[in-house]
């Protein structure tokens, strides 16, 4: 019985935080497997202890209105990231002005419906403005291959994006200074959402070579 996988009735009963004779009903209820060794112990297992134990629950998604963070804010913050910086990307080099108004004009509408998925309450909504997202990053894509841009330099274009649409959240989280719970929720809601557009993106470029 010396198997780190086995507890004796008082380190099972502490770590459910009950009294020892409540967990020895438990046992002849049939509640919670216990093996009895010949002396007449009672040893459980460790793993089914745990899993009597109380899972945390996930931390509920917020609405980034409901954190106080306006989607008109969080836009203007973004735009004044993406500005920095955006001359010295070697792909923004190699297009023209009017191809980079075509791209900056679709790059903005494409975080606006990021961000209003992000606001949005109901699903149904975040699903609308996510597949106009989508839509959006195909063509994307398509326009990419048809300016001559190959595929890595239009996923590096769509990373540089993507970097200062994260920063942009990682800021949200400071401001209102979100627990690591909620922040983490957050980063993974935007990261889910980015990963449906670089997809997109990618089916774009790919059906226009």
Do not use: N
């Amino acid at each position: 019985m010396k198997d780190d996988g086995w507890m004796t009735l008082g380190e099972a009963s502490r770590a459910l935080g009950v009294d020892p004779d409540t967990l020895r009903r438990w046992s002849d209820a049939g509640k919670v497997d216990v093996f009895t060794t010949p002396g007449g112990h009672r040893r459980f297992r460790r793993e089914a202890i745990e899993a009597l134990l109380p899972r945390p629950r996930p931390a509920r998604r917020r609405a980034l209105s409901g954190l106080g963070e306006t989607p008109d804010r969080i836009a203007m913050e973004f735009r004044k990231r993406v500005r920095s910086g955006l001359a010295d990307q070697s792909w923004h080099e190699r297009l023209d002005e009017d191809s980079l108004r075509w791209f900056r004009e679709r790059g903005m509408r494409m975080s606006q419906l990021l961000i209003a998925a992000m606001d949005a309450a109901r699903r149904e909504s975040r699903e609308q403005l996510l597949a106009q997202a989508e839509q959006l990053g195909r063509e994307y894509g398509a326009e990419a291959a048809r300016r001559g841009l190959s595929l890595g330099e239009g996923t590096q274009a769509f990373l540089f994006f993507r970097a200062r649409f994260m920063g942009e959240i990682a800021a949200v989280a400071r401001r209102r200074s979100l627990d690591a719970t909620h922040a983490a929720a957050l980063f993974a809601e935007a990261d889910r959402t980015l990963d449906r557009v670089i997809l997109a993106l990618i089916a774009g470029h790919q059906s226009a070579e």
